[in-house]
């Protein structure tokens, strides 16, 4: 199966959730551990921006049994991420000493998430629970200690919340908001690259939310400044989860009012104007420069897609989504 057949047009990567997130069992401590000891639970075991699986015939094998993970050395401490087919599944971290110990063995891998996504070596399905694991576990390693007062932090509802023991503070994980978006002007859009970015790949421009500034005037400002271009009309299209290390991707749409491009070298490597005839062999892979669209398990892509399938910005269209 290709990458656009696992992510068709308006399902990118992460936001096709098989989990009930249960969140009224978070507060009912007895609960929880009743279920942890359960012999249908299940974790996801996260180290950094990878993912702790079994290696079997039929692939890897990304949810570990409870007692198993912890036998393979991931740490104690869960994180309810809540009821898959009414059985339970968890967030697990586990330390570097403990991954080290693991690189010699055959049966076990410590692999990186994007590449696994992007391979389609996950099942689309699973990788929501995934990216909501490994927010929820970086953010326990982030901050164990209390912003307000410095003291130590204990994890509670099941994960969802630390309590600080000594100013009575609480604090709870973090989402940050990014504005995704594709830039039209007539029948061009607007990509850029970044120097990390593989090579010959374009993709839309983005930044974060600043504080007190909606998704409209970040839209513009960011456009803007990385590439001198001011737009209009903007308009929403569809929000992903990034768990890198937690983001949520705002795709948007908007409209150039002038074409001659400024690029801010700090920000980005390159930015220009693409016709729909270029963009097409992008998505394709078949451009004859080696130019390149964004993979389909990203926002970007299906950004770039729908505004070539015809779609406008309130996603009335017609045609057909590129074929891998």
């Known amino acids: 199966m290709s990458a656009f057949e696992k992510f068709p047009l308006g399902k990118p990567a992460f936001v096709t959730h098989a989990l009930d997130r249960a969140a ?6 007895e609960k929880l551990f009743a279920l942890e000891g359960h012999r249908d639970a299940r974790a996801y075991v996260i180290y950094r921006d990878a993912l702790l699986v079994r290696q079997e015939a039929g692939g890897p094998r ?17 994180i309810f991420l809540g009821l898959r087919d009414g059985a339970p599944v968890f967030g697990m971290g586990i330390s570097a000493i403990a991954v080290e110990k693991l690189l010699t063995r055959d049966d076990v891998a410590v692999t990186e998430l994007r590449g696994m996504a992007m391979q389609g070596t996950v099942p689309p399905e699973q990788l929501s629970g995934i990216a909501m694991a490994k927010s929820m576990v970086t953010w326990h390693q982030r901050h ?8 130590r932090t204990a994890m509670k509802d099941g994960g969802w919340k630390r309590d600080c023991p000594s100013c009575k503070a609480e ?3 973090r989402t940050d908001p990014v504005v995704i978006m594709l830039v039209t002007h007539g029948d061009k859009c607007l990509l850029g690259r970044q120097k990390q970015f593989l090579p010959g790949m374009y993709s839309c421009l983005a930044g974060f939310v600043e504080a007190a500034e ?12 990385e590439s001198g271009i001011r737009c209009t009309d903007v308009h929403y299209y569809m929000t992903q989860p990034w768990p890198y290390p937690s983001s949520l991707m705002i795709g948007c749409t908007a409209r150039a009012t002038n074409e001659d491009i400024v690029v801010d070298h700090a920000e980005l490597e390159d930015a220009r ?9 992008m998505i394709k892979r078949e451009h004859p420069d ?9 926002i970007a892509h299906h950004l770039l897609g729908r505004w070539l399938q015809g779609q406008n ?4 269209g017609t045609g057909a989504a590129p074929s891998d």
């Open 144 to 151: 164990g200690f209390c912003a307000n007062c410095g003291v």
């Open 273 to 281: 104007w693409f016709d729909r005839a270029e963009a097409t062999l």
């Open 214 to 225: 909606t998704i409209e005037d970040a839209v513009r400002r960011e456009i803007f400044e």
């Open 313 to 316: 910005a309130t996603g009335a």
């Open 171 to 173: 604090h709870f994980p």
């Open 290 to 298: 080696g130019l390149a669209g964004p993979h389909p398990f990203a």
């Open 24 to 29: 009224h069992l978070r507060t009912n401590e």
């Open 62 to 78: 990304v949810l570990l049994g409870v007692d198993e993970a912890v036998k393979l050395g991931a740490n104690p401490g869960t």
